[in-house]
């Protein structure tokens, strides 16, 4: 069965500073993609970013960056820059490239304080 | 552009009661899916949809129905509610053949079960 550990259920990072998000997977298939959701208070899910897992190169999206270590099944999610909008729930997700489905497996969460 | 319109937003119920959520998209998108939400647990899947007609179980899928009777609908019944029920429920779709795209989320549904 496939799963998706985030280890971390609390941080805080000082507004400005960089903060990083450790996310890991288990999965027996080869092709497969990765996400990042977050969450603010509002409860609406946002794509943050995405990652094939056949591209070696690491997806960026402005602030947001991803370490993406395909043999280590690890998919950090790091936040240059931190804003005060950024304090939300940030879920990592998994879901196969050969499945007959959409199905996609969340982590249980880190919940990202960014202080003033 | 709605989007997935879910309502309601907030739901009280009594144990024993029974009640709908409902879900709507306007994309035209073949998969959608239900998923519950809970602290510490993340967000675990109900049930899901890969077309009008075609429903099938995810992990969590006891206590509810669904039903899909058009790409645009997919609701979620709850059949005899249970205190265990409490949670927030997502409804989310996505184009089926694009597994790399984003699932696009509802609002999400706070149920309270007393």
């Known amino acids: 069965a496939q799963t998706v550990t985030q280890s971390q259920p609390e941080m805080s990072v000082q507004e400005a500073e960089t903060v990083t998000l450790s996310c890991t997977y288990d999965?027996?298939?080869?092709?497969?993609?990765l996400f990042w959701y977050k969450q603010p208070p509002s409860r609406q899910m946002i794509l943050v970013i995405r990652?094939?897992?056949?591209?070696?190169q690491n997806a960026t999206e402005n602030r947001f960056s991803v370490n993406f270590q395909k043999a280590a099944k690890s998919f950090s999610l790091k936040i240059s820059d931190s804003q005060l909008g950024d304090t939300a729930m940030y879920f990592c997700a998994f879901t196969d490239y050969g499945g007959a489905t959409n199905k996609l497996i969340f982590g249980t969460g880190t919940l990202l304080a960014v202080q003033p | 552009n709605a989007g997935v319109t879910q309502t309601p937003k907030f739901q009280v119920l009594k144990t024993g009661q029974s009640m709908t959520l409902q879900c709507a998209q306007d994309?035209?998108?073949?998969?959608m899916s239900w998923y519950r939400q809970d602290p510490g647990m993340g967000l675990r899947l109900i049930h899901y949809?890969?077309?009008?007609?075609?429903?099938d179980q995810g992990e969590v899928p006891n206590g509810y129905n669904v039903s899909r009777s058009t790409t645009e609908d997919f609701p979620l019944r709850l059949l005899s509610a249970a205190p265990s029920q409490t949670s927030v429920y997502f409804c989310a779709s996505s184009p089926a053949m694009y597994r790399n795209t984003e699932a696009f989320f509802g609002q999400g549904t706070r149920l309270t079960v007393v």
């Open positions: 990652q094939e897992a056949y591209k070696q």
């Open positions: 999965t027996s298939e080869n092709n497969y993609y």
């Open positions: 994309m035209n998108h073949e998969y």
């Open positions: 949809s890969v077309g009008a007609g075609i429903t």
